[in-house]
């Protein structure tokens, strides 16, 4: 079932200079690249993006990590495009992702994690809207 996805290659990502490596990845699983664009966004992106978690307490510190550099969002496509990336990304904290996962070969860390995809239909469906409304 071919699939939309929204990827967001995260500021520590940008600033060790990986994006060309965390697409070359996506690219080399067959996945294609529908949208794409730098952007530093501001805290009300932020949380327009992370609407569920903004009351949790670990938020705050994401929202600074977040919105302190640019990052690169982009729309993928393919077959089951929400889980094959969220299957190269790896776990969420990268000292516990599996090697050959992005976050496995590319973090030590469970906050600065590189990447971050949908992880389901519906979430896929308010973020692609949300960074690409003209999709």
């Known amino acids: 079932m071919t699939q939309r996805t929204l990827v967001l290659i995260k500021p520590d990502a940008v600033r060790r200079g990986l994006v060309g490596s965390v697409l ?14 730098q952007r530093h966004i501001d805290a009300a992106q932020a949380d327009a993006h992370y609407a569920e978690h903004v009351e949790r307490d ?3 510190p994401l929202r600074d990590f977040v919105t302190s550099g640019p990052m690169v969002a982009l729309v993928l496509e393919g077959d089951e495009a929400i889980e094959v990336v969220r299957g190269l990304n790896g776990a969420t904290d990268g000292r516990k992702a599996a090697p050959g996962t992005i976050r496995g070969d590319l973090s030590l860390s469970n906050r600065e ?14 973020e692609i809207a949300l960074w690409f409304p003209n999709l």
Not at 113 to 126: F, I, W, Y
């Open 24 to 37: 070359t990845r996506f690219e080399a699983k067959g996945l294609s690249i529908v949208a794409m664009e």
């Open 58 to 60: 670990f938020y705050p």
């Open 113 to 126: 994690n590189l990447v971050h995809g949908s992880d389901s239909p519906e979430s896929a469906k308010r």
